[in-house]
């Protein structure tokens, strides 16, 4: 429209070629920059039982672009929800301490609740300079109290195009979207 352009790449397929069957959805109500990351430290968490409390550090590495978008330093102190969903820091820091990452846990008082500044401050943003992607991998690197490190990377997230959201992901999506909103739902209504 406002610029010369090769009319060919936009008719190229046309007719078989349906670019809004790539569209995707989002698990989490953050930055997609972020959902690797949450699904890091949630399979972390499961798989090590890992509390707040027993985490000395976080270190995640990431993208330039990623850490552009996510990377900065965790402040809620203008616009509390954007922030968060804007913050890896804050998402890897809400895994542990709520357990999991959904509309609750983008609101206000969970996003300003003084047990999040602390484990905030534990958490690293490093820059990969291999990883030249936008959202994938990802890679934690958990030490514990004891001195004791976990590390775990992440290539694809629920939610990516290689990855999409199965049906119970979509129903467990649909519940917590609406017991946001503060109505009660059974499975029966979800379905």
């Known amino acids: 429209m ?3 352009g090769d009319t060919s790449a936009v008719t190229q397929d046309l007719g078989t070629r349906f670019e809004t069957e790539k569209i995707t959805y989002k698990l989490y109500p953050s930055c997609q920059c972020n959902h690797a990351a949450i699904e890091g430290m949630l399979q972390l968490k499961h798989e090590f039982g890992l509390e707040p409390e027993e985490v000395k550090s976080v270190e995640v590495f990431v993208s330039e672009y990623m850490q552009r978008l996510v990377g900065a330093a965790f402040r809620p102190e203008v616009n509390p929800q954007v922030a968060a969903q804007f ?3 804050y998402s890897i820091a809400a895994v ?12 206000e008082d969970a996003i300003l609740d003084p047990r999040i500044r602390d484990l905030v401050a534990r958490v690293v943003v490093n820059i990969d300079p291999e990883n030249l992607n936008n959202y994938a991998p990802v890679r934690l690197k958990v030490t514990r109290q004891d001195g004791s490190v976990i590390e775990r990377k992440v290539t694809s997230y629920r939610g990516n195009s290689d990855m999409p959201l199965s049906d119970a992901d979509m129903k467990e999506k649909l519940a917590m979207c609406v017991e946001g909103g503060g109505v009660a739902v059974n499975a029966s209504q979800i379905d």
Request: zero cysteines; a negative charge; proline letters at 0%.
């Open 2 to 4: 406002y610029e010369n």
């Open 87 to 89: 913050s890896v820091q």
């Open 96 to 107: 542990l301490l709520y357990g999991h990452l959904g509309v609750m846990e983008i609101r």
